[in-house]
């Protein structure tokens, strides 16, 4: 059975940064892409970073140059540090798996995409 988990969420004020990780467990056996999503209160899930099998990576562009998502694939972790943050940024952030797509992704994953979800960090970036 393939189980994420994620941790790293805390509260923080603006302008500071985070560092999230999401481990990965169980034996998935393709390529795969992973990928971070957000959800603030009352809205939708948001992509956030894709990160393809050959760890290219893709941002929305609402973090783009502030969010860097990374994999240590000997530890099997997914990582997301987080800087310059603002109040918008939030939310419950959750890790998730596509496997479908055998591990090429050169855009950010849709939340009907993913296979497999951990079940969420929250951050809370205080102004």
């Known amino acids: 059975e393939v189980q994420l988990m994620e941790s790293g969420g805390m509260t923080v004020q603006a302008g500071g940064s985070l560092k999230l990780s999401c481990v990965v467990s169980g034996y998935i056996g393709r390529p795969y892409c992973m990928a971070w999503f957000r959800q603030a209160p009352g809205s939708k899930y948001e992509g956030v970073a894709t990160?393809?099998?050959?760890?290219?990576?893709v941002y929305t562009g609402a973090v783009k140059g502030r969010f860097i998502i990374s994999k240590d694939n000997a530890k099997n972790t997914l990582y997301l540090q987080m800087n310059n943050l603002k109040p918008e940024d939030s939310g419950v952030y959750s890790c998730a798996a596509e496997v479908d797509k055998d591990g090429f992704c050169d855009r950010v994953l849709r939340p009907d995409e993913p296979n497999y979800w951990g079940q969420g960090t929250r951050v809370t970036v205080s102004s």
């Open positions: 990160i393809a099998a050959d760890a290219t990576a």
